[in-house]
Structures are given as structure tokens and as C-alpha cells.
């Protein structure tokens, strides 16, 4: 909302009313003899200085909206923009401007020719646009290339070949944030096409911070930044720049149910001198793509085989799991073999210039930057007859992780920051990560909601709920309404919860009213350490015709 009335018509009609007949009660206080009930002197004169003095008098109030806390935080929507920047600029508090998304695509040919990608190509996935950042030219060797933005076209296990291009979102926001796999379409035709997808996640892509957001971050803004308490940790946290765009905090410490780091001397009581700090460093965790170099372990009676390998504590700090196992010539872009074990362990080597944290569990250092973990998993693919246990080959995979972890640890643990007292632990989030499905019911003919943007207002709400703990279908109700046009409704809202422990056990929740974070402090998983995450794929959407009855 602009401070200024722009246009008349924004005038409430009622505010407009109520103005013109005070006007008229004054003016007849001062001159009785004129007739105000019709013709010029009502028509033209009194009706539109009402206008213009209800105008001016929504001005001053719009001011008076924006220039004091007191009025900002009673209503942040009505507040002005550029008014509130200014007063929360006298506390040290700025407002976080929108960023693009940016991420590379491949793009997969069926053909060995030179295929050329023109600056500004369009291309669409989950009903967004994106555009190339450069003039891109794919190679058929690496001797042909001429300049920094020619590709060399790699060949695939299926006769294909594929090659990347960097695009940019066409406008700024967290819902052009892609996952790793998505497909994409481009606008125009490219020779010999045959599919599109996201490399690896998009990076960079954020809101402007509105009003009610800026108001929240205020404590921290105004706090002392340092390592004392809560609120004091948080805006130290926030005043550094690479740090800035941390979605939620929570501490554990001294006298918390969940704290047990603080009871490792032979009385099992609680001494202090412990912090567990659960960051949310972004919305969705990212999905990073690695090449690990496994090795068979066992060959099984169908001609199937086991492999294993290793990801270590700087890999994917804060990593929650292994999303995708596949070769590395596969040409398909999900699936993969099924993990059959997962075994989690620390690696607490001491690192040069930081403080070790005290950890004693596997349980203690889950979703920290010093996990790691074993993986094995079944490949039926791999011909294995003329290899022998203990022969390694090459897998893609794809890790899952809360990004910026191993940074923050390190920025808490170096001597200038952290506290004389005790040690402080980084972690991930405790995820639940979550599915929705329902199914939206209307009248033939009805116009059909745009299920992406439920989709954005749904992903957007869940992953900044922060350290809530509860997830309500009547709040996600409320964000479909809003997309929903005619006699459309939305049925019963299917809630499916999957929490992933820090010990690896996985519990279910499942609801049509509410999800609730079970309160287990004894493994770590409480309101206070475990987050909802949500993706675009994890939310169905059906569409239903239905049978009313005609309204007179």
C-alpha cells in the first residue's frame, strides 16, 4: 500500500458519507440560509471537498501508521513500506530485499551436433519461467571450445547426450527455489531435444522481508549481540552478513528436558556449561550432488550386489539423508537403489582454532557438522560376475542437508565469540518431513485454482513455521481459500508426517485436523528441535466435479 491516496476510488464510500455530512453540519452552523440538500452547492462543491478532506484525512493517517512502533506492530499491513524502513533503521534493523533464483539446468539431446542456447532462452518448470544468463553453445569435443560459456556434450548410457547452462528466475522470491530433478520446458524449440531438468537445487532465491516479518526480527535487532542469552545469541548470529537469512533458531541449554550433553560426569545430574543451537539456515534443505567411490561388499545368488561407501563430517554438514543412488550414466533423473543400511557415527577430530564440543553419542552429534555416516545399498543393475569383494566403482548420490552448519559451528567455536564458559553445538533442525494430499471440489465449469501458487503459499507457510511444533489443517485450509474462485471448496486436508530421530528411528504421524511433534526429550525431539519440511512434490493435488443442486 502506497503512503498516498493515488487514485479516489480507494476512498471508503462510508469514511467519504460520514465527512460530507459534517462538512454540511458546518457549514450550515455558519451560514443557515444555504440549501446543501441538492443542486450545485451539494453536488459539486460539498461532494467533492468531502472527497479531498476524507483523502487527506486517510494521508495522515497512513503516516500516522507507519512513523511509531506502537502503530506498526498494531497492524504492520497498513503500515508504509518506506516509513517503516526508516523507523527500524534507528534499531539497527533492515529490511531484507527479494533475490533471484539461480541454478543450472541440463539439457539432454539425442543427437552428437552442435546445439546453441541464445542469451535470454525461456524456460518453464513448476509453472515458473527462467531465463539462460548467457549465449551457450554445446561442443561436440573438447577441442572445439572457444570461449567460457561452450559446452562439451557428454554422452549418456542411453545413446543420448546432455550438457548445462546456468538461467535465473524471471523474478525474485523463495518459490522459484527448485529441487534437484526438476523438469523443465523450454519456450522454444531446441534441436533435437529430448528432456530438461535442475542440475542440482537453486540457491539465492528470497522474499522481501513485509512488515509483520521485520517487526518480528525487532527483539533480535535491538538486543546486544553476544553469547549470553537467547535473544542476545540470536542478534549476534543475525548481524553477521552470511548469516542474515537464518529462518529460525532454538536453544537448548541448562535445565531444558532435551539438554544432555550437560550430564556426562559420573552423577548424571545437570552441571551447565552446554548449549545445543538448532539453526534453520534456509527454508528447504539442499540437495547436493557427490560421486562417491563404492565398494562391493557382497555378491548376492540372483546376481545382485551390495556396496558401500562413506560420507564424512565435511561433505554435507548437517546432512539429514541420502536421497538418490545411482550410476553415474544413468539417464534418468529420479529413482535409484535402495539403501539397505545407514549407519551413523561422529568424527570428533579436533580442528584447528575451534572449540571441540563436548559429544559422547552418535544421538549428541546427529544433524552436527561432525556426523558422518556408512551407506549401504543394492545395485541390480551392475553386472558384478567377474568382480571380486572389494572392487570399487563409481555411484552418483544425492545428500539432503541443512546448508551452512560447518559455518556457524565454526563462527561459534573460535575463541573471539564464543562463550569463556561452555561449548555450544550447531545442528540441523530434527526434520519431520511432511505430505499433504486433497482434493479441491466444483462445479462443472467452475475456473480451476492454479495449483502451483497453492502450492508456493503451502511451502512458504510450513517451512517458516520455525520451532512451533504443531501443523494445523485449518491454517492450510485457509491458504487454499484464498486460490478459490465459484462454489469450489477443498475437502479434508490428508497430514503425513515422517520424523526422522536423531538416533535413525523413524516415527509416523498422520491427521486430518493436526500434526503434533511428540514430546520425547529423553531422544532429542520436542517442539523445541524438530521443524516441518515440506516440497512441491511431497503436496497432491486432485480436482473433482461434483453434482449441486441449482441455486435460485
Not at 167 to 193: C, D, H, M, R
Not at 243 to 253: E, N, P, T, Y
Not at 378 to 401: C, E, N, W
Not at 522 to 545: C, H
Request: proline share 3%; with cysteine.
Amino acid at each position: 500500500m502506497s503512503l498516498e491516496i493515488s487514485n479516489l476510488s480507494e476512498l471508503d464510500p462510508a469514511a467519504v458519507t460520514q465527512t460530507r455530512e459534517t462538512l454540511a453540519q458546518q457549514l450550515q452552523e455558519t451560514n443557515s440560509s444555504l440549501d446543501l440538500k441538492r443542486g450545485v452547492l451539494h453536488d459539486l462543491l460539498l461532494n467533492y471537498s468531502a472527497i479531498l478532506a476524507t483523502a487527506t484525512q486517510e494521508n495522515i493517517d497512513r503516516l500516522r501508521q507507519s512513523n511509531s512502533l506502537m502503530a506498526i506492530s498494531a497492524d504492520p499491513t497498513l503500515a508504509d513500506p518506506d516509513i517503516v524502513d526508516g523507523v527500524m533503521s534507528n534499531y539497527r534493523v533492515t529490511r531484507k530485499e527479494g533475490t533471484k533464483a539461480v541454478g543450472s539446468v541440463t539439457i539432454v539431446v539425442s543427437v552428437l551436433s552442435t546445439v546453441t542456447i541464445s542469451s535470454g532462452t525461456v524456460f518453464e518448470a513448476d509453472g515458473k519461467q527462467f531465463k539462460s544468463d548467457a549465449s551457450y553453445v554445446a561442443r561436440t569435443s573438447e577441442s572445439n571450445v572457444q570461449s567460457s560459456t561452450d559446452r562439451v556434450l557428454t554422452p549418456l548410457g542411453d545413446g543420448n547426450y546432455a550438457f548445462t547452462i546456468n538461467v535465473v528466475a524471471a523474478e525474485t522470491g523463495s518459490s522459484y527455489l527448485l529441487s534437484k530433478n526438476t523438469l523443465f520446458v523450454p519456450t522454444t524449440a531446441i534441436v533435437n531435444f529430448v528432456k530438461a531438468y535442475a542440475t542440482s537445487d537453486f540457491i539465492d532465491g528470497t522474499n522481501t522481508e513485509t512488515n509483520s516479518e521485520l517487526m518480528a526480527r525487532l527483539q533480535v535487532g535491538i538486543a546486544c549481540a553476544a553469547m549470553s542469552n537467547r535473544v542476545n545469541m540470536a542478534s549476534l548470529l543475525q548481524e553477521q552478513a552470511e548469516f542474515q537469512d537464518v529462518v529460525a533458531s532454538s536453544i537448548i541449554g541448562y535445565g531444558d528436558a532435551e539438554m544432555q550433553r550437560d550430564q556426562h560426569s559420573i552423577f548424571q545430574i545437570s552441571y551447565g556449561g552446554r548449549a545445543d543451537w538448532y539453526v534453520r539456515t534456509q527454508q528447504l534443505p539442499r540437495q547436493l550432488g557427490l560421486v562417491k567411490e563404492s565398494t562391493l561388499i557382497a555378491k548376492l545368488p540372483d546376481g545382485t550386489s551390495t556396496w558401500q561407501f562413506s560420507v564424512s563430517r565435511d561433505e554435507a554438514p548437517g546432512f539429514y539423508d541420502i536421497t538418490g543412488i545411482q550410476l553415474t550414466d544413468m539417464a534418468e533423473v529420479a529413482g535409484g537403489f535402495g539403501i539397505t543400511s545407514d549407519i551413523r557415527a561422529n568424527d570428533l577430530t579436533p580442528i584447528a582454532g575451534e572449540l571441540l564440543p563436548d559429544i559422547v553419542s552418535v544421538q549428541e552429534g546427529a544433524y552436527s557438522r561432525y556426523q558422518t555416516t556408512v551407506i549401504q545399498f543394492h545395485d541390480t543393475l551392475t553386472d558384478v560376475s567377474s568382480l571380486a569383494i572389494g572392487a570399487t566403482k563409481d555411484y552418483a548420490v544425492t545428500v539432503r542437508y541443512m546448508p551452512l552448519i560447518k559455518e556457524i559451528q565454526s563462527f561459534v567455536g573460535n575463541r573471539d565469540h564464543r562463550n569463556y564458559a561452555g561449548d555450544i553445538l550447531i545442528k540441523a533442525p530434527v526434520p519431520c518431513f511432511v505430505s499433504l494430499s486433497f482434493t479441491i471440489d466444483g462445479r462443472t465449469g467452475d475456473p480451476l485454482p492454479d495449483a502451483y501458487a497453492i502450492k508456493d503459499d503451502l511451502i512458504q507457510y510450513i517451512n517458516s513455521l520455525g520451532f512451533r511444533g504443531r501443523l494445523y489443517a485449518s491454517d492450510l485450509d485457509d491458504l487454499i481459500h484464498n486460490h478459490l474462485y465459484g462454489e469450489t471448496s477443498v475437502g479434508a486436508i490428508d497430514m503425513f508426517g515422517q520424523i526422522r530421530y536423531p538416533d535413525g528411528t523413524v516415527q509416523s504421524l498422520r491427521s486430518t485436523e493436526s500434526l503434533i511433534i511428540p514430546s520425547e526429550p529423553d531422544y532429542m525431539v520436542t517442539s523445541r528441535t524438530t521443524g516441518f519440511i515440506v516440497t512441491a512434490d511431497d503436496i497432491a493435488i486432485s480436482a473433482r466435479t461434483v453434482n449441486m443442486p441449482e441455486s435460485f
